[in-house]
């Protein structure tokens, strides 16, 4: 990465100027917390960026950011959701679905904020959203998006991988069509949510806290920095494909678990699985193995929220995608 | 210990005989699981213990016990509670309150648990209750119970301190008056909760769980012995008395948080807190450290459940306690 190019030799500029992408300037970008109620180090994260503002004026960034609690009745009353999952709103056709007043407070409340941050899909939409989130789930620090082709994003990502290093920075890739992306951050042009983790839903831990600011500092930092020329280099990087998810083993009848996440598979998420490795222990003490053929790796394990969903966890497929140099247009 | 006393000398007897305080046999014991129902070990042991008994007969167990899913609706929801905390709902005065159809559902609930497991402070009580619970702290194993001269529970105390030894094993005694005493175990004889953790709430973690197991296990493996005639010997034990709480630096207007537990104390509960240790760490980055006097050691550190009371931790003093010799009585 060089910090200027108009200080390159003509021969490194010819070759960028080859490999590279260039790519319009990033306007606004926002940072959304409490999207799910109960997820406090966004919640606390957005409180005091608005404090900071409200101290400093706006040029405390050096972009502009709009700060969002998404589900403010949620954060109020400290659970996931009030009626529904907030982050499965976002489809187009939820955002597009019509309103009464028996509908869910979180549909509505999806509706207003793409008024605010979109329209999902369309040239006004905010360049930008990155959404805040927890898990129980031993995950580090996670970045989900939905292509593997938005550079802008898988550079971000990129970054925050080779920056941040006191915990593992996966990026996590769902690849479904950005119409059928039901969260918050499929609302902007680019975009992704971040999970930290472990930290159980209703607490705030500092040290998951600070990874949050963290990435969001380093995201605002790169944005900065392509908006002032920087060339990223692309190359190759290492991301998961979602590919499925495994629920508990339950009683048939009364559908409650009859199985907890075995000991040696708890905390090991994007552990390499392989056929016979323990996947649950019942609470009678019978192990139950992984009987798959392929080997995949189990991510969002003992998710606290995931119960309700029929999901143990998911499983999901290393990829390397190379990635192209990209830096900013000029007008 | 010895596990038949007619096998002691002449002499051993003498000396038992001396120092021994006989008391009666237990009789029926209560396991009771759900009372907050997003604890999960207590509930999913509970249903596991009535598999069982269902499976294998009331003989399952080698004393009489009783199962209860103490709070069915915050179960069901996967809540601490419906209406308000039924771990505050068992002193004599509000199990003695009138009821009317707007009385709180877990006051309720918790004069009918009075009515099965009681009377509270009455002959007719149930001899032992363990009820079980879950923190968000780092407890590992913790006994609480309300008096430091009730023999039995402070045998069966002793006797988990020694043969647990996977997590540290620590008995907390908050010493009130019995008819004060507003949690479910107060309604036995005897009896202690049992807190495991750190597990999140609504979350189950199978070593959690497998440690509560253990805990149960061996409490009915020590009335067991007991009601057999096994003598258990006195002396000291390590135990902690609870001394006042802290709250969370909050913002005094909207009494919002403005600091988490700090990175130095999260996970060290019954550490020894000392001048100028670090407490809090504000989420601008400040550290608010401890300046108290006298050192003392906190626990219930970051408990989830305690946000909403104001608590961000508990400080306890350490007590040597000395505990006489104890067998049964025999008729």
């Known amino acids: 990465m060089k910090d200027d190019p108009r200080l390159l030799t003509e021969g490194e500029a010819e070759k960028v100027e080859m490999a590279s992408l260039f790519l319009p300037a990033l306007g606004r970008m926002a940072v959304c917390g409490g999207t799910h109620g109960n997820e406090l180090s966004g919640v606390y994260l957005v409180q005091e960026m608005e404090r900071q503002r409200k101290e400093k004026g706006d040029g405390v960034w050096p972009i502009p950011v709009t700060t969002v609690l998404s589900n403010p009745r949620a954060v109020e009353e400290c659970r996931r959701y009030i009626d529904t999952d907030m982050n499965r709103c976002f489809s187009t056709a939820t955002l597009s679905s019509p309103m009464t007043d028996s509908s869910p407070y979180e549909v509505q409340h999806a509706q207003e904020l793409n008024n605010l941050l979109g329209l999902k899909g369309s040239a006004d939409a905010i360049d930008m959203i990155c959404d805040l989130h927890n898990t129980t789930s031993n995950m580090g620090l996670t970045l989900i998006h939905y292509s593997t082709s938005d550079w802008v994003t898988m550079h971000i990502c990129k970054y925050l991988q080779t920056k941040i290093t006191k915990v593992p920075v996966r990026v996590l890739v769902m690849d479904v069509p950005i119409s059928d992306a039901y969260s918050l951050e499929s609302v902007s042009k680019h975009g992704f949510s971040i999970e930290v983790g472990p930290q159980p839903h209703g607490v705030v831990r500092a040290d998951i806290y600070l990874i949050m600011k963290e990435a969001v500092d380093m995201t605002i930092d790169w944005i900065h920095k392509f908006n002032s020329g920087t060339v990223f280099e692309g190359g190759d990087m290492e991301a998961f494909k979602f590919i ?19 000991p040696q598979l708890q905390d090991r998420d994007f552990c390499l699985l392989k056929r016979g490795d323990p996947l649950f222990l019942s609470f009678s003490g019978e192990t139950v193995t992984y009987e798959e053929e392929g080997s995949l790796h189990p991510f969002f394990i003992n998710e606290c929220a995931y119960y309700e969903k029929g999901i143990a966890f998911h ?3 290393k990829l390397t995608l190379t990635i192209p140099t990209v830096q900013v247009k000029k007008d």
Chains 1, 2 share one sequence.
């Not at 499925?244 to 075995?262: F, N």
């Open 244 to 262: 499925k998810s495994i629920d508990y083993p339950r009683d048939p009848e009364t559908r409650t678990l009859t199985a907890a996440i075995h």
């Open 315 to 317: 499983l999901a497929k």
